[in-house]
């Protein structure tokens, strides 16, 4: 019960979702991998994604990690039982994916829902397969918005760069008539103000965080893994730079030192 959350990102994009769970379960300690050695993920092939996120499963479960939480679109898209078959049936492992596709699917039937993410998340078409496949009267509309993560990672959100960025994707017309949004991308949180004002807040923009970090709170329940001692955090990447540690209070909402962990040395 008092071992750690294992979290992984390609980088520190997954931190959106790590304070998520922080500020939901303020108990529960966590050992967070980002992988900015081998980023973007977005786009790498497949194969390539489930080599990296094998390691890192390894990593975080040799770190007694009593679950593990897939904090990346993409690698939820093409690593998800590559990460389960490494820790086992006794280690959930929670994906950013699910949790959002089974929102969607008991607030939106009959109804157009688009999505926007990476290449490798888009192309995977893993969001429209798992809403169809849940209910098929849910219409989906994918596009791949590949400049979002690095402009964000960049520091370019909520500038007339952004705006003009944004605007150009959500313009596209596959996007029209939709009732809801999905931001699947773990970077994107933090543009979601800019995306909710482009629709005039007509149009409801769902980001995983929130989301995820209560299927999380549910599956510790269910599990009777919740820990009730002080939690304690650890932040690693397989590359340090100092720009990558200053932008970790965009990502968390406060600086934090990072570890650089060469895992695969
Ligand atoms: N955070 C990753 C995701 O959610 C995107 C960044 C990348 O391409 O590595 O898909």
């Not at 699917?105 to 169809?132: A, F, H, L, M």
């Not at 219409?139 to 964000?152: D, G, H, Q, R």
């Not at 909520?158 to 596209?172: C, G, M, W």
């Amino acid at each position: 019960m008092e071992a750690p959350i294992g979290i992984f990102d390609s980088g520190i994009g997954g931190l959106t979702v790590a304070n998520a769970i922080r500020k939901k379960l303020p108990n529960e300690s966590l050992v967070y991998f980002g992988d900015t050695a081998h980023l973007p993920y977005g786009d790498k092939s497949p194969e390539l994604i489930r080599h990296y996120a094998a390691r890192i499963a390894h990593f975080l479960s040799d770190q007694g990690c009593k679950m593990i939480v897939i904090a990346c679109n993409t690698a939820s898209s093409h690593a998800f039982q590559t990460v389960k078959d490494v820790v086992g049936p006794n280690v959930p492992v929670i994906n950013v994916i699910d949790p959002v596709v089974n929102e969607v699917v008991d607030r939106y039937q009959g109804k157009k829902v688009g999505i926007i993410g990476t290449k490798g998340t888009v192309d995977s078409r893993i969001y429209p397969r798992r809403i169809k496949k849940a209910d098929a009267s849910v219409k989906v509309a994918s596009l791949a918005t590949p400049l979002l993560a690095p402009m964000i990672e960049e520091g370019f959100f909520r500038n007339t760069i952004s705006q003009s960025i944004i605007h150009n994707y959500l313009e596209k017309k596959s996007l029209s008539e939709i009732q809801a949004l999905i931001l699947g991308c773990t970077h994107y949180p933090l543009i979601k103000r800019e995306v909710k004002a482009f629709y005039d807040g007509k149009v409801e923009i769902l980001d995983s965080p929130g989301i995820v970090a209560s299927a999380i709170a549910k599956t510790l329940k269910e599990h009777q893994l919740e820990s009730q001692r002080k939690a304690d955090y650890r932040f690693i990447v397989s590359d340090k730079t100092s720009s990558f540690e200053k932008s970790t209070r965009i990502f968390f909402k406060e600086r934090i030192s990072l570890e650089e962990l060469r895992i695969w040395d």
